[in-house]
């Protein structure tokens, strides 16, 4: 059995570095679960300087769907992984499968079903996106809703839970 470590925070908190933090306290090979897709420039550029942060330790899997089939694929390849982030991962799954938000979720629940069964730690980021106003728009209401709920029921699954705020971490849980 192995620990699983949620951070979240809201956007530009520090949560990616601290989580990089944390899973530089074990050893080399380090894996990267990265659910982002470079749809634009923008994000392209944020690939890169994440990317940047990160040293020949790291070795990055791109998946933005299958986050739990690519976790055990290659868990014994690293001696931890770091997946960030739920939020973008939820946005895979919210626009690509066919059950809309209740699959999204399903496979939420499936994903926190499986950290007692892991055998490398996981630390896994996330974003706090419901503090803010309610969204206008049906599908951004639908997309906050369920990250909030994605992140409550990892964040009950996993072994310790930190948020960041203006680049310090809280411990949770």
Not at 124 to 153: C, K, Q, W, Y
Request: glycine share 10%; net charge negative; proline share 5%.
């Amino acid at each position: 059995m192995s620990k699983t470590v949620l951070v979240t925070g809201g956007a530009r908190s520090g949560k990616s570095r601290f989580a990089e933090g944390l899973a530089e306290s074990y050893a080399p090979l380090r894996g990267y679960l990265a659910t982002g897709e470079a749809g634009d420039a923008e994000m392209a550029e944020r690939i890169e300087r994440h990317r940047g942060r990160r040293g020949p330790e790291w070795q990055t899997v791109e998946e933005p769907v299958g986050v739990e089939a690519a976790i055990r694929a290659h868990e014994h390849r690293f001696n931890v992984i770091l997946m960030d982030c739920v939020t973008l991962w939820v946005t895979n799954l919210l626009f690509r499968c066919e059950g809309g938000a209740q699959e999204a979720l399903a496979q939420v629940k499936s994903f926190a079903g499986s950290f007692p069964h892991l055998n490398t730690p996981l630390i896994i980021v996330t974003n706090e996106v419901g503090m803010g106003i309610v969204p206008e728009h049906p599908l951004s209401r639908t997309f906050r809703d369920l990250a909030g709920e994605a992140n409550e029921i990892i964040a009950a699954a996993a072994d310790e839970v930190y948020v960041t705020i203006s680049g310090l971490p809280l411990r949770l849980k």
